[in-house]
């Protein structure tokens, strides 16, 4: 993987921040994006210290910068090798009460920014590469509460099928992976402690999933290693198989 140049959306904090680290320590050139917390991107690029690393302020549910954001990565480094659609925000409330302007901000966050990120990414995207997109537990098994997240979750899993079948002309590869619960500052605001404490009693392995168990899969699925592996969806769940 050494010298490969890889596109991780949302890199800064969490699931994203470990690939990031990963990936540079695997000698990877990394690009990142985030939305709004500058300090976390700050602490990012300190704590790396990395001329490898690269970071980008890039809203992926708005179309123009994502369009901005690949062509600084055009003219910077030429292509990229790997794309790592991570990046997600999480709005939860019942069907019945949810704001429809909620609703649509998650969906085109966790849904259209990845979408946009892939079609974008085409014409800057070397031929053999590959792209995971980080979908959810609750793209396979649906839970109240979190409708938009969990069909956007739903939605990437087939969105990378489709992906694979198109982008296979050129031997890019495309799979997803499908965490579970993962203790980051995205999942901690979105769960009450007492569901929290439920979904550990629920997991048969008794431990919740880390950041580092996405990342290692999430490199692996990057790496040669899986070059007859597309289409695919991992559900990475410690053997919570039904809810
Ligand atoms: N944590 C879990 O339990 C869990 C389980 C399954 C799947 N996932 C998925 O894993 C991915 C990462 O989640 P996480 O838990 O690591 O979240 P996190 O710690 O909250 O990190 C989210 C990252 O995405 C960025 N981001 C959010 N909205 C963005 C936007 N519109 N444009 C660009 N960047 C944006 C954030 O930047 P800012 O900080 O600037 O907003 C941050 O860097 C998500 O797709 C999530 O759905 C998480």
Sequence with gaps: MKNKIALVTGGTSGIGKEIVKELLDKECIVITCYHDNDDAANETKEEFNNDNLFIIKCDISNEKEVIDMFNIIKDKYGHIDYLVNNAGMFIDDFIK???IDNFRKVIDTNLIGKVMCTKYAYPIMSDGGAIVNISSHLGVVPCTE????????AGIIN????TAL????????ANSICPAFTPTPLSLKGWKQEEIDQKLKDTPLCRFA???DTAKLCLFLLSDDASFITGENIWLNGGRLNN
């Design 97 to 99: 009460d949810f704001n």
């Design 146 to 153: 979190s409708p938009a997240y969990c069909a956007a979750a």
């Design 159 to 162: 969105f990378t099928k489709a």
């Design 210 to 212: 880390t950041p580092e």
């Design 166 to 173: 198109e982008y296979a002309e050129r031997k890019i590869r």
